[in-house]
């Protein structure tokens, strides 16, 4: 009894494991994520990470992205806040401690959506998290895909395409990811999403209604 009360005041205090969403731009991260958050608002929050990128139409601050100069991303950086940062189509993206906390303060699986860099990153630090790579049925697929979406300049888009490829040889190294899924049908994706995330999905509830 003392034991198993232990171990829930431990588990708690830990945090539920992070997951890392990452895999080529246009693959359909933030789609499949958005309807994750969605659909178990209690159970999952995003990272929001910093990005000296600008804000696309619809996007929110705060809510998608902190959206900031390159100087002042470059101070946090240099001042040790961020667990993670890269460089990605001409603009800076991190995490910073601060992003991971929130969520986990709440007791959330905290999902972050980040690039090759930052998986490379995160492996050199304690988060511990599952990394899951969402990829597109094919290079075409992806290019129409980022194409149809509207929010690349044809330089960007070269760009993207560029580290998409980078990225999916990276992704073949074995142990890079705990899950591949490779989003074709949306809603066969979701649902393998959520097969892969099952376990951690009830380890939360359970906690959440034993306390
Ligand atoms: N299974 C799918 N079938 C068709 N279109 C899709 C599918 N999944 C996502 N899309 C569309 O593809 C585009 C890219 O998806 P999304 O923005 O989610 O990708 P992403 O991986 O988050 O990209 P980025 O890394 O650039 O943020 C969006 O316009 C989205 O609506
Ligand atoms: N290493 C990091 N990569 C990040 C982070 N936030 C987002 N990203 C990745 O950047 C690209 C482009 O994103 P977009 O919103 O401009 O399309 C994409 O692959 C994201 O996964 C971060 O904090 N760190």
Redesign the pocket.
């Known amino acids: 009894m003392y034991l198993r009360h232990i171990t829930r005041l431990f588990t708690a205090m830990a945090g539920p494991r992070p997951v890392v969403f990452s ?12 309807k994750l958050i969605k659909e178990h608002e209690n159970v999952f929050g995003f990272s929001v990470s910093h990005t000296t990128r600008n804000p696309r139409p619809g996007e929110e601050n705060g809510r998608d992205y902190h959206y900031v100069t390159r100087e002042a991303m470059q101070a946090a950086i240099n001042n040790g806040e961020f667990i993670e940062n890269a460089e990605f189509s001409g603009n800076l993206y991190g995490t910073s401690k601060a992003a991971v906390q929130a969520v986990q303060a709440k007791n959330l699986i905290c999902i972050l ?1 980040i ?1 090759m860099q930052g998986v490379k990153n995160i492996k050199k630090t304690d988060l511990n998290p599952m990394y899951i790579s ?1 990829q597109p049925p094919s290079m075409e ?1 992806l290019e129409k ?2 194409r ?2 509207n ?1 690349e300049s044809e330089e960007s888009l070269r760009k ?1 395409l560029h580290a998409a490829n980078v990225d999916m040889e990276l992704s073949k190294e074995p142990g890079m990811f705990d899950v591949v899924i490779v ?4 809603e066969d ?1 979701y649902k393998n999403l959520k097969q892969a995330l099952l376990e951690e999905i009830n380890k939360v509830k359970k906690t959440k209604t034993s306390s």
């Open positions: 895999g080529p731009s246009g693959a359909g991260k933030s789609t499949l994520l958005k959506d690039d969402i697929i895909r980022l149809d979406r929010t993207r989003n074709d049908n949306l994706a």
